[in-house]
């Protein structure tokens, strides 16, 4: 059954599948306020969240001015804009004890669309890849986002070498050797702590290989920079640049870098940085905590204050270099502690 799409979804998906207009898009910005006043209507929690802060709807003009949900209300609420049943539930990884966060989705098609126009704006079509996921984490549980995207990517390459793989390194390393002498390109999608244990294991030089590291070491005891994952993989397969996508359970649109941490965001969404000493105040400042627009999130809430540290590098370039530490949490932070 083909799920009926509001017109306001429909400008969306429109949106991401035009040609990207330059980082201060005026149809970017029409767009956000449109998201914006829809899901304070529509949102229970983000509406709740806006009332509490004292903001009147009607004086948001500016993307700016939008207030921004934070993230982790994602695991205490459900964040939800949609009148229909939710056609799936994503859900972020968590260390024992700790609740994952909960993403109501209510049309995956705009997921889909959204993931793979954004790997076609940064890497072209996926034929032409053999797409091999080494995923061992998210593979051993259910509802992740990133499992379901990469499973996408490797039906949408069409290749018999594109694949899932867990522990099985040997057979890895078979496949990779094949995937050499293939006509296509290869791209190894994996979390980092199996990256650098297959790094480690085996050294195979693959130097016009594309291998993209998802994050992922803590809780597995070693704490490496991403530096430190990146020499060990560069050493390993001879690359001279190490790639990386940066995701979240509550988003549906990824950022991406070809090298030395630097991140591009497609079109629809959007970085900003908000000031470490008052959340609630968007800064100029090169460094500050990490506030996302994504439009593609338009049936749950598209403006997420992270709990990540962003850098501006000049452009649209962004670094990413870890979460925010409780030493940089001043003033107004400790409302939401």
């Not at 806006?50 to 009147?56: A, C, E, T």
């Not at 790997?119 to 032409?128: D, H, M, N, T, W």
């Not at 990490?290 to 501006?312: P, Y």
Request: proline share 4%; aromatic share 10%; with cysteine.
């Amino acid at each position: 059954m083909v799920k009926e799409k509001s017109n306001l979804q429909i400008q969306i998906e429109r949106f991401i599948s035009s040609e990207p207009q330059g980082e201060n898009s005026n149809d970017f910005c029409d767009l956000a306020l449109k998201v914006f006043r829809y899901q304070a209507a529509n949102c229970e929690p983000y509406s709740r969240y806006i009332s509490l802060l004292g903001v009147d709807i009607n004086s948001i003009s500016d993307v700016e001015e939008i207030p921004f949900l934070p993230v982790k209300l994602f695991k205490s609420s459900v964040v939800y804009s949609s009148v229909s049943k939710p056609e799936k539930v994503f859900t972020s990884s968590a260390t024992t004890g700790m609740t994952p966060s909960s993403h109501y989705v209510s049309d995956l098609s705009i997921y889909k669309l959204s993931f793979k126009r954004g790997f076609e704006l940064f890497y072209g079509s996926p034929e032409r890849y053999n797409i091999l996921a080494l995923l061992p984490s998210y593979l051993e549980r259910e509802g992740s986002s990133l499992i379901y995207m990469a499973d996408q990517l490797i039906r949408w390459s069409k290749s018999p070498l594109s694949g899932f793989y867990l522990y099985n390194y040997a057979e890895l390393k078979e496949t990779l050797m094949k995937s050499m002498v293939s006509k296509r390109e290869t791209l190894l999608l994996g979390v980092s702590f199996a990256l650098v244990d297959f790094a480690r294991e085996y050294n195979i030089s693959m130097p016009e290989a594309i291998i993209m590291e998802t994050g992922g070491m803590k809780g597995r005891g070693e704490e490496l920079s991403r530096e430190e994952i990146h020499a060990i993989i560069k050493g390993s397969f001879g690359v001279k640049n190490v790639h990386s996508e940066y995701g979240m359970a509550e988003l549906l649109s990824q950022a991406y870098s070809d090298g030395n941490g630097l991140f591009r965001t497609p079109h629809w969404m959007k970085f900003f940085l908000r000031s470490l000493s008052n959340p609630l105040r968007i800064t100029d400042d090169e460094r500050g905590g990490l506030n996302i627009i994504d439009l593609s999130n338009i049936n749950s809430c598209s403006f997420i204050e992270t709990e990540d540290i962003g850098i501006k590098e000049a452009g649209n370039l962004w670094r990413i270099p870890g979460r925010i530490q409780n030493s940089e949490i001043r003033g107004c932070n400790l409302l939401l502690s």
